[in-house]
């Protein structure tokens, strides 16, 4: 089993960043990749960042160029930094751990509005 915590989430006017953090706990060994989702009222969860275990990185093109996805595994921590924010970008975040199973966090809201 895999437990992850996320935090960081809020309020933020259009144009604002924030940066959400996901601490990893558990049977971490098992993870090979982790990323950041996001859900909005009436909408499907989908993945917006991913980074391997090797560091490599991945963005839904909604998000490209202004969110960065990073993680320090000595800390098994996984940050999204999210710039340039819009109210599109308003949704529940969730992190994500894939290992044996898919893992989701328990989410942090994100509100962009002025």
């Known amino acids: 089993q895999v437990q992850l915590v996320e935090s960081g989430g809020g309020l933020v006017q259009p144009g604002g960043s924030l940066r959400l953090s996901c601490a990893a706990s558990?049977?971490?060994?098992?993870?090979?990749?982790m990323g950041w989702g996001r859900q909005a009222p009436g909408e499907q969860r989908v993945l917006v960042a991913t980074i391997t275990s090797g560091s490599v990185t991945d963005y839904a093109d909604s998000v490209k160029g202004r969110f960065t996805i990073s993680r320090d595994n000595a800390k098994n921590m996984v940050y999204l930094e999210m710039n340039n924010l819009k109210p599109e970008d308003t949704a529940v975040y969730y992190c994500?751990?894939?290992?044996?199973?898919?893992?989701w966090g328990q989410g942090t809201q994100v509100t962009v509005s002025s």
């Open positions: 994500n751990a894939d290992g044996v199973y898919r893992y």
């Open positions: 558990g049977s971490i060994f098992s993870i090979y990749a």
